[in-house]
């Protein structure tokens, strides 16, 4: 709670995903994969329900679903959905 409160946690997550265009999502993941590739994780499990808007959630499967299905995506990636994170500001 110290970190919401600070600004920081889900909804720090959450604005930033609601602001990011689909290009940034997907490059974000994308980048973040091929660092955790070279430290040795093969699969990735990708917890969606961070955009709390269905247009955010829209973007954020489409970016994970455009992964998953990429060559240059190094790891093989599960999604999952996990709704209620937190109550949109």
């Known amino acids: 709670m110290e970190v919401h409160r600070a600004g920081g946690g889900i909804n ?6 609601q602001s990011a265009s ?3 999502l997907y490059t974000a993941f994308v980048d973040h994969a091929k660092r ?3 430290a040795g994780t093969t699969l990735m499990e990708c917890k969606t329900g961070y955009g709390l808007r ?3 959630e829209l973007r954020m499967l489409r970016a ?13 990636v599960s999604i999952t959905y996990c709704a209620a994170h937190a109550v949109p500001e």
Not at 12 to 17: A, E, G, M
Not at 64 to 76: H, I, N, S
């Open 64 to 76: 994970l679903t455009r992964a998953k299905r990429d060559d240059r995506c190094p790891v093989d």
């Open 12 to 17: 720090f997550t959450v604005r930033h995903i």
């Open 36 to 38: 955790m590739s070279q």
């Open 22 to 24: 689909d290009e940034d």
């Open 54 to 56: 269905l247009d955010a």
